[in-house]
């Protein structure tokens, strides 16, 4: 009886080491792995308290859902249409008459695919559905950098209209201690149109099956400040790192990198892995 119970004992322990050794192996997609998922954040799209643009932004989604114009960009930049804009082919009968303008917005430069500086303009999805929603309103779309940092600033200034690209907006309401920003100067934030998550991604060709295996590792990741506050959230992983190089050139110069060999891991973007395995 004692040796029946041993030898239990000693599978079940084999059975927990095989688990924990496939859970540290990642989820891999396409030709890479996940090996960690930071946390999840909601793209949206923010305007100017009461501003009456956001209603015919808003209008204007949900016809270029209904006609399947969002599934196709979607498809076209993301590989998969994740995104959650509800469709109502009447939506702009029920705002009735929409006024000429130019509509300015504000994008970020490196949020690839979302927006991203393109020579002496910007591309992405974010971009290309704004333009979409322009063309349908009768508007002219002008886009303009904005920092992530900058948002609320710029909004409420005036500066641009709305901020699009490529743009968290979670805690744009807040300042830098945390606190609520006073009620009267507040932007107002759509509903999110598509989530996203601050992923550490390795090759799927390599040595790198867990995280345990960076240590003493290149890991390379965009300027941005969400991508370090996603490292520095663990600083037991951090610690193992042998560097950690941050660069301005965003998802595309992070995937090139690792595609060359030139690091071992990147953190980046779900939506940019997506790109990247569409």
């Avoid at 930071?38 to 016809?63: C, H, K, M, P, T």
Wanted: with cysteine.
């Amino acid at each position: 009886m004692h040796t029946r119970v041993i030898k239990r004992g000693l599978a079940l322990l084999l059975l927990c080491a095989v688990l924990l050794s496939l859970s540290a192996c990642g989820k891999t997609v396409g030709s890479y792995r996940v090996l960690k998922t930071f946390g999840e954040e909601s793209f949206s799209i923010g305007y100017r308290l009461d501003d009456q643009v956001a209603v015919y932004v808003d209008a204007a989604l949900r016809v270029l859902s209904a006609d399947g114009t969002v599934h196709k960009l979607a498809l076209e930049w993301l590989g998969a249409d994740d995104t959650t804009i509800e469709a109502d082919a009447d939506a702009l009968d029920a705002v009735g008459s929409v006024p000429r303008r130019t509509l300015i917005v504000g994008v970020s430069e490196s949020c690839f695919p979302m927006s991203y500086a393109d020579g002496d303009g910007f591309a992405g999805f974010d971009v290309a559905l704004a333009q979409a929603v322009c063309e349908r309103l009768g508007w002219q779309a002008q886009f303009q950098a904005v920092a992530r940092n900058d948002v609320y600033v710029q909004l409420t200034s005036g500066n641009v209209d709305c901020v699009w690209g490529g743009m968290p907006l979670d805690d744009v309401n807040r300042d830098e201690n945390g606190n609520l920003k006073p009620q009267s100067q507040q932007i107002a934030v759509s509903e999110s149109y598509l989530k996203n998550e601050i992923l550490l991604v390795t090759r799927a060709d390599t040595r790198y099956s867990s995280t345990g295996r960076l240590r003493g590792e290149t890991v390379m990741l965009d300027s941005g400040p969400q991508y370090m506050e996603a490292l520095e959230s663990d600083a037991r992983l951090l610690e193992r790192f042998g560097r950690v190089e941050r660069v301005n050139g965003g998802a595309q110069q992070c995937f090139e990198a690792l595609r060359m060999g030139d690091c071992a891991a990147i953190v980046t973007d779900s939506v940019a892995l997506a790109y990247y395995t569409k």
